[in-house]
């Protein structure tokens, strides 16, 4: 969730690119350099978001005994700080198809490797949960372990409102934190986050699960068959996330440049 390493081509075109369509041969090597510019990226993504969801329902098994309320919250937040901390100069360790678009709006990210982490962070969110599932000795599908859904009783479009919100103010965070008024003050990123997500998690928890990640709400809900409302964790965080990035993006970075 912190700056990717290297800002792109919204679309990932350059003017070398562009000539390469001319010559298949050059074209070829341009895919071939592509890959190698990038696959540390993918890689890290990957494993990052096997962590977030790998540890971070496994705080949220309810084991007999404990009360795993606070666990959920701490431990998502704790884990985007380590993950941050391990792979943020590599890929941004983004974790989130949500931060991923913000990314892509704000410049920093490729269309194409945009895509590409999107995919990934799935695959690693499923593998993640899968693991879990191999490693628990808790029936995870009774419950549905660490699945998001609306509370009982709110419908579907107030949790979609709730989604909307906290994740936009989760892409705020990363805006603030990308915005070049800031680029000197880097050192605390993985906390700035780790905390974000703590808080954010206290406070739409309850509600909703807080997800903020259409990848995280993915990869329980596939092993554990629960699909309530699951659609409002694309929705929420995609349009909470793309509204407010273009909101900083387009209002307070150009306003300040006029003063």
């Known amino acids: 969730m912190t700056v990717p390493p290297s800002p792109q081509n919204l679309v990932g075109v350059t003017t070398e690119s562009r000539a390469m369509h001319d010559n298949p041969k050059l074209a070829s090597f341009s895919i071939l350099d592509w890959c190698n510019d990038n696959w540390r990226k993918i890689l890290a993504e990957l494993i990052a978001t096997i962590m977030l969801v790998l540890f971070g329902c496994m705080a949220c098994i309810p084991v007999s005994g404990i009360d795993t309320t606070l666990y959920g919250p701490f431990a998502f937040g704790f884990v985007v700080m380590i993950n941050i901390q391990i792979f943020g100069h590599i890929s941004g360790a983004f974790m989130n198809p949500a931060v991923t678009l913000a990314s892509v709006i704000w410049g920093n990210t490729s269309i194409a490797l945009g895509a590409i982490h999107t995919v990934v962070q799935c695959i690693g969110a499923i593998l993640g949960y899968g693991i879990l599932v191999g490693v628990s000795?808790?029936?995870?599908?009774?419950?549905?372990?660490?699945?998001?859904?609306?509370?009982?009783?709110?419908?579907?479009?107030?949790s979609l409102g709730i989604e909307i919100a906290i994740t936009a103010a989760l892409a705020l965070i990363c805006c603030g934190i990308w915005d070049p008024a800031n680029q000197l003050k880097q050192d605390s990123t993985p906390i700035k986050f780790g905390l974000t997500i703590a808080g954010l998690s206290f406070v739409g928890g309850p509600l909703?699960?807080?997800?903020?990640?259409?990848?995280?709400?993915?990869?329980?809900?596939?092993?554990?068959?629960?699909?309530?409302?699951?659609?409002?964790?694309?929705?929420?965080?995609?349009?909470?996330?793309?509204?407010?990035?273009?909101?900083?993006?387009?209002?307070?970075?150009?306003?300040?440049?006029?003063?």
Not at 137 to 158: A, H, I, K, M, W
Request: net charge positive; proline share 7%; aromatic share 14%.
């Open 137 to 158: 000795s808790f029936d995870l599908s009774q419950g549905g372990v660490c699945v998001t859904r609306p509370y009982p009783g709110q419908n579907e479009f107030q």
């Open 208 to 259: 909703t699960g807080a997800s903020m990640n259409p990848a995280r709400s993915l990869g329980p809900a596939v092993w554990t068959d629960h699909w309530d409302g699951h659609w409002v964790y694309w929705v929420g965080p995609l349009v909470g996330s793309g509204v407010s990035t273009l909101i900083y993006k387009y209002v307070f970075i150009k306003k300040r440049a006029t003063n």
